[in-house]
């Protein structure tokens, strides 16, 4: 990747992102929706978007979404 | 459970939806008699330290904390996921399990819990600039220097013209210090959505500085 290519992915904003306080407000019914109807996750670009770009919110999602899992037999 | 449907800006629309019959036992026995409701509390309480506890474990791979401080964590982010629970409990709208809710908490909580301690041991003092990382930052090859040497140095013009003092010390605290949002969202006495929206403008404003001043094409605003 040459260095315009790299800063331009870097300085990358995504206009549909909700941010976190958004995302956060949905978390608990989007990581339902995750773990039991991935294909219906499309329909919502806006917390898809901020959890692509966040870091902090993506790890309270792989959090909640470890916590809902069923316990493994 | 219906989900809700999306709002223009990519969120969902309230809903109200008809409880599980789990859920519906939590919020019946949280809001019975006083001893209904302590008793709840602790079955609840025992429940959030469980996952708080999973929780930090699972992230102990990126934090050098180990132990009884890890347990300590994990204790406080229980007892402060149970308060707020129950000081917004009338605010679940059934729109999910009660537990999922609940747990969400357990999250933020942990979320801060490890953002404060991060200055316990901090990686570099809030105040320092390490100008030096930027090109691993941005994933760029040492051995192509020559090619991006203009550009970076392009770039830190603009972050000292083009962004104000407070998205300047965001910027520079999380891509150059590397500290984490939650962390200096604690030392600042904001918030995660306040310090990712500086950033996120600050990003913008560097961009469009950059292709004014003919860095970077015009043509790459994709969405991922």
């Given at each position: 990747m040459n260095g315009q290519s790299a800063l331009d992915r870097f300085l990358q904003t995504d206009p549909q992102d909700v941010g976190c306080e958004e995302?956060?407000?949905?978390?608990?019914?989007?990581?339902?929706?995750?773990?039991?109807?991935?294909?219906?996750?499309?329909?919502?670009?806006?917390?898809?978007a901020h959890l692509r770009a966040c870091g902090p919110c993506a790890e309270d999602f792989e959090g909640l979404l470890a916590a809902i899992a069923p316990p493994a037999t | 459970m219906e989900p809700a449907e999306p709002t223009a800006r990519g969120g969902c629309a309230t809903l109200d939806a008809e409880l599980d019959?789990?859920?519906?036992?939590?919020?019946?026995?949280?809001?019975?008699?006083?001893?209904?409701?302590?008793?709840?509390?602790?079955?609840?309480?025992?429940?959030?330290?469980r996952i708080a506890r999973s929780e930090v474990r699972r992230r102990s791979g990126q934090l050098k904390i180990?132990?009884?401080?890890?347990?300590?964590?994990?204790?406080?982010?229980?007892?402060?996921?149970l308060m707020a629970?129950?000081?917004?409990?009338?605010?679940f709208r059934g729109d999910s399990r009660?537990?999922?809710?609940?747990?969400?908490?357990?999250?933020?909580?942990?979320?801060?819990?490890?953002?404060?301690?991060?200055?316990?041991?901090?990686?570099?003092?809030?105040?320092?600039?390490?100008?030096?990382?930027?090109?691993?930052?941005?994933?760029?090859?040492p051995a192509?220097?020559?090619?991006?040497?203009?550009?970076?140095a392009a770039l830190r013009r603009l972050i000292d013209t083009v962004l104000t003092s407070r998205q300047r010390r965001i910027f520079v605290s999380i891509?150059?210090?590397?500290?984490?949002?939650?962390?200096?969202?604690?030392?600042?006495?904001?918030?995660?959505?306040?310090?990712?929206?500086?950033?996120?403008?600050?990003?913008?404003?560097?961009r469009a500085a950059l292709v004014a001043n003919g860095y970077l094409d015009d043509n790459t605003s994709r969405r991922p």
């Open positions: 995302a956060m407000g949905w978390m608990h019914v989007y990581v339902e929706l995750v773990a039991t109807d991935p294909a219906t996750v499309s329909r919502y670009p806006g917390i898809a | 019959p789990d859920s519906a036992e939590w919020l019946r026995s949280l809001g019975g008699s006083a001893r209904e409701s302590d008793a709840a509390q602790i079955r609840l309480h025992a429940l959030l330290l180990s132990g009884p401080e890890l347990d300590d964590i994990a204790h406080q982010a229980a007892n402060d996921a629970i129950i000081a917004k409990t009338g605010q009660f537990t999922t809710w609940a747990f969400k908490f357990v999250m933020f909580e942990v979320s801060t819990k490890i953002g404060r301690h991060f200055w316990r041991n901090p990686t570099a003092p809030i105040d320092a600039e390490h100008w030096e990382r930027l090109p691993n930052r941005l994933a760029l090859d192509q220097e020559s090619e991006w040497r203009e550009l970076v891509v150059l210090n590397e500290v984490p949002v939650d962390a200096l969202a604690a030392e600042l006495g904001s918030n995660r959505n306040a310090i990712y929206k500086a950033l996120f403008d600050a990003r913008r404003k560097l």
